[in-house]
């Protein structure tokens, strides 16, 4: 296989690709006509001609879907973040092969995948879930109760996904999975912690290992992987600020990695509350011993919040932590990640401005603030309109006539 680029104007090329030949000898080209710069132009040709070596070297055109996932998997998603191929693979295990697998993939059809989608929704779930690996491929006694709209419009995304990586490929003509609709995820409803409740949670965690976080998501609107992966050099207690660079990911049993933040909005600098300073004060000095202590045995990532030997602390321990926390104080069980959403909601009733509580958030647009905490805005309605009222009260109110003169 070969190709070579042929400029035909102004930042505008022709791509001529020659692809080898077919089953009568016949020559297969191939011409793509890309619009940029000639280094552009080099690199959609090398992708073209690596995705035509590929196709070359995949499972012949009578491939199952189970096949093709999985060379979707190496080829394709095995490229992306550990985190994400980690949950890809799992849709595709737990939930596509089992029910889709056999069939040949041109066989493969819309009905197929809203039948799909219909039983994930009545026995979707297996019965025995083996934490943290691959399950085995299913068989009917081991199905149990639905999985959620959520779960199944993220193995519709998934799945999707994959088929559209096909067309591109040339398995398929057109993607069998556009025009399918998935369950309508319902939007959970955030629990927010009150003043009160949040009294009680942080005198319960004063002395444990929960009281930074709590104050952390509460007073800062710092998710899980955001807190477990705050370094004391991110943090100036002089200034009271917070540079949010990392964000502790969890990608497997036993296997954390620090990643910078999605979007470039999520690394933000905060203010802290004042309070809140003289907590993480106290802690620095904490630790300060306890290194002295441990000495060279002392974890070198030097965070905020850490294990005893300051290693980092798995998001979800701190989240199981949470919940046995609520439970012992009979509160309702909520999401650490809620914490943020308190944090929002609060300052949202406070009055203050949506755009600095979407940069404390890390959001690209406060329109996106706005669309979260939309609920927050209706429920404030009743009280502009008694503020509006008030006004207008005292607008209609009648005057005494002027009797001078």
């Not at 509580?357 to 959001?363: D, Q």
Request: with cysteine; proline share 5%.
């Amino acid at each position: 296989m070969e190709g070579h680029i042929e400029k035909r104007g102004e930042q505008v090329y022709r791509l001529r690709l020659h692809l080898g030949y077919d089953e009568v000898g016949n020559r297969i080209r191939r011409s793509v006509t890309v619009h940029g710069t000639r280094k552009e132009a080099q690199a959609k040709l090398r992708q073209l001609l690596q995705e035509a070596e590929q196709r070359r070297s995949a499972p012949t055109t009578s491939m199952t879907v189970a096949q093709f996932l999985d060379y979707w998997l190496a080829n394709y998603a095995g490229r992306l973040a550990q985190r994400t191929c980690k949950n890809y693979t799992e849709y595709v295990e737990y939930y596509i092969k089992p029910h889709l697998g056999g069939l040949a993939l041109s066989a493969l059809t819309r009905q197929h995948i809203q039948d799909l989608y219909s039983k994930l929704e009545k026995t979707g779930r297996l019965k025995a879930k083996a934490e943290d690996s691959l399950r085995r491929p299913a068989v009917p006694s081991m199905w149990g109760e639905g999985l959620s709209p959520t779960t199944i419009a993220n193995t519709h995304r998934v799945l999707r996904g994959a088929l559209k990586r096909a067309v591109v490929w040339e398995f398929l003509d057109r993607n069998p999975a556009d025009g399918v609709k998935p369950p309508q995820p319902v939007e959970r409803e955030h629990r927010i912690l009150s003043v009160e409740e949040l009294a009680l949670v942080l005198e319960a965690a004063r002395t444990t290992q929960l009281y930074l976080p709590v104050m952390l998501g509460w007073s800062v609107g710092l998710r899980r992987g955001e807190i477990c992966g705050l370094r004391w050099q991110d943090i100036d207690l002089v200034n009271y600020t917070a540079a949010i660079r990392h964000t502790l990911v969890r990608v497997g049993p036993g296997n954390l990695i620090f990643k910078p933040p999605k979007s470039k909005s999520g690394k933000r600098s905060v203010r802290l509350a004042p309070l809140l300073v003289d907590a993480l004060q106290a802690e620095r000095e904490r630790l300060a011993e306890r290194r002295g202590i441990l000495g060279s045995s002392y974890n070198p990532h030097n965070l905020v919040v850490s294990r005893a030997d300051g290693s980092p602390v798995d998001p979800a321990t701190i989240y199981s932590q949470f919940q046995n926390l609520l439970d012992r104080l009979k509160l309702p069980r909520m999401a650490i990640h809620d914490l943020r959403h308190s944090h929002a909601t609060t300052l949202l009733k406070q009055g203050i401005n949506v755009k600095v509580i979407a940069e404390r958030l890390g959001h690209a647009d406060p329109a996106i603030t706005l669309r979260v905490y939309s609920h927050v805005l209706e429920s404030m309605q009743a009280e502009a309109a008694d503020c509006t009222n008030s006004l207008l009260e005292e607008a209609t109110r009648p005057r005494k006539a002027d009797t001078e003169g």
